[in-house]
């Protein structure tokens, strides 16, 4: 717990329960989605860099360790958003004794992960590697790549960590100055260790970590300077038994639901694989980091509906939060309709961007133009269901994810790819199949009323 002395109230702390609904969403969202497009450039400037200076065999070695660390990341995002809420929720009862409470709970709880799963993922990623049928030929720049961002781990958790709570005060200008700082030393990494030393995967991967340590190093040096409520001494990190039961109540269906969610596009990687092996895994990987900037506009305003919502629900003002929710819905869908024609009508163009191989663009093609369609759904599914999020329904998040990922995406691949035999086209429309599902069961769910009951108060 912070030290009685200082401020009541840090530089960064944000009330988001006054003024202008539409100015304080978009004045909150704006940094958040400039610091997750950023965030985003990490995975697609390897890709970019690797797939114009290396081979394929080096692009699909990087798509396929990037998606085992990918889901990791996601784990701990989902499980950070307990204490997004939490934080929020206190700022805006005006509790700071609550947000310290929570933030170091958060923070050791994660540290101890952190650790933990970077030994056991060391450990097995050999074996991983092999369950998800990574080619022959890709598999030795695969396993570089998995085990130099292994190494990382511990800087991914804490990134999210810090970015989580500074989130629910209300500030979402710091994490994009710190991803901001640790993007550009990446792509700088990049060119150096990929374009001049021809180190392929494993030059991207050390790219990657040495930005991510450089972000939370700065991150941390700053916060503890400008009065933030955890100070990172060791002796501040405490495991308070009040919150670190709640934080894994609200947390930990998120995070399993990003799991899950992430583990069924594992699943079309390992499909992928089967198809049409190399070619078809680093043009899937093209398609994969063109999709994370694509939906990033939705996640960034279903992130900042949830926190938003959090602190007006934490003011007991649903009325504010619930206008919020659709005027974010409404600007997200916007944004991902003009996406999604700029990936239905130049689809070439785009795959062209990282690679001039014949065989890899058509095979990116066919999958982007079916793939494409979930950008329609996305915004929708993101932006309503930060709105539960926000009153403590991760739970309901949980079980509709799952249904979508597992029932309707991993199923509907394996249906319309090899049963009808329309191959990568199959696998691209299981995606907004998916979707679609889950944003039914989402309208039916808002429509009973049960999300107006704050859970996370309880």
């Not at 694509?294 to 938003?308: D, N, Q, R, W």
Request: charged letters at 10%.
């Amino acid at each position: 717990m912070a030290d009685e002395s200082r401020p009541t109230k840090g530089r960064y702390e944000r009330d988001l329960t006054e003024g202008s609904v539409v100015r304080q969403l978009i004045l909150f969202a704006l940094p958040f989605l400039a610091s997750n497009l950023i965030q985003s450039l990490y995975s697609v400037a390897d890709m970019l860099i690797v797939g114009n200076f290396a081979d394929n065999i080096s692009m699909s070695g990087v798509n396929i360790g990037s998606q085992i660390t990918f889901i990791l990341t996601n784990i701990v995002v989902g499980l950070c958003t307990g204490g997004t809420i939490l934080i929020a929720q206190a700022m805006g009862r005006k509790d700071r004794k609550a947000m310290e409470e929570v933030t170091a709970t958060l923070m050791t709880t994660l540290l101890i992960a952190g650790v933990v799963i970077t030994a056991l993922m060391i450990f097995l990623r050999v074996p991983v590697l092999k369950l998800i049928q990574t080619p022959a030929e890709a598999f030795d720049e695969a396993d570089r790549y998995l085990t130099v961002t292994c190494t990382g781990i511990l800087f991914i958790f804490a990134y999210n960590v810090l970015s989580a709570v500074q989130r629910g005060m209300g500030d979402s200008k710091r994490p994009f100055y710190f991803v901001l700082i640790a993007c550009v030393t990446n792509i700088a990494l990049d060119f150096v260790l990929v374009a001049i030393f021809k180190m392929g995967a494993l030059g991207a991967a050390l790219a990657t970590v040495f930005s991510q340590a450089l972000s939370v190093v700065l991150c941390m040096v700053t916060l503890a300077r400008d009065e933030f409520v955890f100070d990172f001494k060791p002796s501040s990190l405490k495991i308070h038994p009040h919150y670190i039961g709640r934080i894994f109540r609200l947390g930990l269906p998120s995070a399993v639901q990003n799991g899950v969610t992430s583990f069924s596009f594992l699943i079309i990687t390992v499909l992928t694989n089967y198809i049409g092996g190399v070619n078809a895994s680093a043009a899937v990987g093209v398609v994969s980091k063109f999709n994370g900037f694509a939906i990033m506009p939705a996640v960034a305003l279903g992130a900042s509906i949830s926190t938003v919502c959090a602190q007006n629900i934490g003011a007991d003002r649903w009325d504010r939060a619930v206008k919020t929710c659709w005027t974010g819905t409404g600007i997200a869908f916007a944004i991902s309709a003009l996406i999604f024609l700029i990936a239905r009508l130049f689809p070439a163009e785009i795959i062209a961007l990282f690679n001039r191989e014949p065989e890899l663009i058509q095979y990116g093609v066919v999958y982007m133009k079916s793939f494409c369609f979930d950008y329609l759904f996305v915004p929708l599914c993101f932006c309503v269901n930060g709105l539960f999020i926000a009153s403590g329904h991760t739970t309901f998040s949980l079980m509709n994810n799952m249904m979508s990922a597992l029932l309707l995406r991993v199923p509907a691949c394996v249906l319309f790819s090899l049963t009808l035999g329309w191959g990568l086209m199959g696998v691209g429309v299981g995606a907004p199949v998916a979707s679609a599902g889950s944003l039914v069961v989402i309208v039916l769910f808002y429509l009973s009323g049960r999300w107006k009951e704050n859970v996370a108060a309880q």
